[in-house]
Nanobody
Framework: QLQLVESGGGLVQPGGSLRLSCAAS????????IGWFRQAPGKEREGVSC????????YYADSVKGRVTISRDNAKNTVYLQMNSLKPEDTAVYYC??????????????????WGQGTQVTVSS
């Protein structure tokens, strides 16, 4: 059974950091493009970042550029999202998703084949 499981969310103060993990089971992530998305209450799901499955290229939304880093550890079959300088507007449920080929548009949800259940990130003092 192909599965993605996110972890690492929680409550953090503004300016703090979190590292989210996306672990795969039932398949290897090596050649999959992995995207991170988030959805705040009342808002549409939006792309945060993506890492290519072919050449390791990375992509970031303007809203997180410079504060977020995506990386992968193929030995652990896991992709990470390091988030620094967190802001209240980063509060959302964060999801990871996998595409068996690099998506044409990395932030388009329809391009991804598998999704995790999400992990809550709350930035508040």
């Amino acid at each position: 059974q192909l599965q993605l499981v996110e972890s690492g969310g929680g409550l953090v103060q503004p300016g703090g950091s979190l590292r989210l993990s996306c672990a795969a089971s039932g398949f290897t992530l090596d050649y999959y493009a992995i995207g991170w998305f988030r959805q705040a209450p009342g808002k549409e799901r939006e792309g945060v970042s993506c890492i290519s499955g072919t050449d390791g290229s990375t992509y970031y939304a303007d809203s997180v550029k410079g504060r977020v880093t995506i990386s992968r550890d193929n030995a652990k079959n896991t992709v990470y999202l390091q988030m620094n300088s967190l802001k209240p507007e980063d509060t959302a449920v964060y999801y990871c998703a996998a595409d068996d080929r690099d998506p044409n548009i990395w932030y388009r949800t329809d391009d991804y084949d598998y999704w995790g259940q999400g992990t809550q990130v709350t930035v508040s003092s």
